[in-house]
């Protein structure tokens, strides 16, 4: 069996570990051990970063964001000083094209090739296998991480070279932020209209109104009496708008509704604070 390290086993990064652990000798890290215990139990080895950089020529990262992701390999203990030549870095974190050139520019002259793979669909699609990866690579690196990346999942698709998985996954995400809030207005109107919440919905998902917040989170999550947690917060979200309009900005490029959006996003952290999922967001943003 390959060997392979997998670093930051958070919600996301376990996820996606767990479709890679019953096929290869996977070595898995996180700053909260406790993370990894399930991992554990199924046959991975807990080991720390420098000992996943030293044994494993391939590594995937799922990190909070793209400081974590730099300061991992870059700061002053960082594991790029210490990889092997022919290492492969698959970063499924939601980065940025920005970080990745940075990232590119010292891990090439250790002949180090880095990939950005962020992953998009949520944890439980990560957890079936049916979620997207979007793959920033040049075709011939592609090529030979193809076979491993359809273990993870059913949908991968190299969008374009490195950097361009990262800036799929910013349009995606500013996207899925803002359909949550227009759902969230628009289904609450037709309930002032009159017509069930239900009703509303099971409409707008054979209309075409309907995009991810009506055809999962509302059927899914917030039916009947108490919502369910998407396994999301507010914080990670937060932070996802927030480079998405960066990129935005960097490009010359105008979002007034991921703005707008992002404003919205920081007043529900105000109300529910950075941890709460965003399905309490949606449940509870209309309450007195």
Same mark, same amino acid.
């Given at each position: 069996?390959?060997?392979?390290?997998?670093? =930051?086993?958070? &919600?996301?990064?376990?996820?996606?570990?767990?479709? @890679?652990?019953? =096929?290869?000798d996977? %070595?898995? /890290?996180?700053?909260?051990?406790?993370?990894?215990?399930? @991992?554990?139990?199924?046959?991975?080895?807990?080991?720390?970063?420098?000992?996943?950089?030293?044994?494993?020529?391939?590594?995937?990262?799922? +990190?909070?964001?793209?400081?974590?992701?730099? *300061?991992? %390999?870059?700061?002053?203990?960082?594991?790029?000083?210490?990889?092997?030549?022919?290492?492969?870095?698959i970063?499924?974190?939601?980065?940025?094209p920005?970080?990745?050139?940075?990232?590119?520019?010292?891990?090439?002259?250790?002949?180090?090739?880095?990939? *950005?793979?962020?992953?998009?669909?949520?944890?439980?699609?990560?957890?079936?296998?049916?979620?997207?990866?979007?793959?920033?690579?040049?075709?011939?690196?592609?090529?030979?991480?193809?076979? %491993?990346?359809?273990?993870?999942?059913?949908?991968?698709?190299?969008?374009?070279?490195?950097?361009?998985?990262?800036?799929?996954?910013?349009?995606?995400? +500013? +996207?899925?932020?803002?359909?949550?809030?227009?759902?969230?207005?628009?289904?609450?109107?037709?309930?002032?209209?009159?017509?069930?919440?239900?009703?509303?919905?099971?409409?707008?998902?054979? /209309?075409?109104?309907?995009?991810?917040?009506?055809?999962?989170?509302?059927?899914? @999550?917030?039916?009947?009496?108490?919502?369910k947690?998407?396994?999301?917060?507010?914080? %990670?979200?937060?932070? *996802?708008?927030?480079? &998405?309009?960066?990129?935005a900005?960097?490009? =010359?490029?105008?979002?007034?509704?991921?703005?707008?959006?992002?404003?919205? $996003?920081q007043?529900?952290?105000?109300?529910?604070?950075? $941890? &709460?999922?965003?399905?309490?967001m949606?449940?509870?943003?209309?309450?007195?």
């Amino acid at each position: 069996m390959a060997r392979i390290g997998f670093i =930051g086993v958070g &919600a996301m990064g376990s996820s996606i570990a767990s479709r @890679l652990v019953n =096929g290869h000798d996977l %070595l898995v /890290s996180d700053r909260n051990p406790a993370a990894a215990a399930e @991992l554990v139990s199924q046959g991975a080895r807990f080991a720390t970063p420098e000992e996943i950089a030293e044994k494993c020529r391939t590594i995937f990262l799922c +990190l909070p964001g793209p400081p974590q992701v730099k *300061d991992l %390999l870059l700061g002053p203990k960082g594991l790029a000083f210490g990889l092997a030549a022919e290492t492969i870095i698959i970063d499924t974190t939601t980065g940025t094209p920005v970080t990745d050139s940075e990232l590119v520019a010292t891990l090439s002259e250790r002949r180090v090739t880095y990939v *950005d793979a962020p992953i998009a669909g949520g944890v439980r699609r990560a957890r079936e296998g049916t979620a997207t990866l979007m793959v920033g690579a040049d075709p011939e690196v592609f090529a030979g991480i193809q076979d %491993l990346l359809h273990e993870v999942t059913t949908e991968v698709v190299n969008v374009g070279p490195v950097g361009s998985g990262h800036a799929m996954k910013l349009v995606n995400n +500013l +996207l899925n932020a803002c359909n949550r809030f227009a759902a969230l207005e628009t289904i609450r109107l037709g309930v002032a209209a009159g017509m069930r919440q239900e009703v509303v919905v099971d409409v707008l998902n054979k /209309s075409s109104g309907r995009n991810y917040a009506t055809e999962y989170t509302f059927p899914q @999550l917030l039916s009947g009496d108490a919502y369910k947690p998407q396994g999301f917060t507010l914080h %990670l979200m937060l932070k *996802d708008i927030r480079l &998405a309009n960066e990129l935005a900005e960097t490009l =010359g490029h105008t979002t007034p509704i991921g703005n707008l959006v992002q404003e919205f $996003t920081q007043q529900a952290i105000e109300r529910f604070g950075p $941890t &709460a999922d965003q399905s309490q967001m949606m449940a509870e943003w209309y309450d007195a």
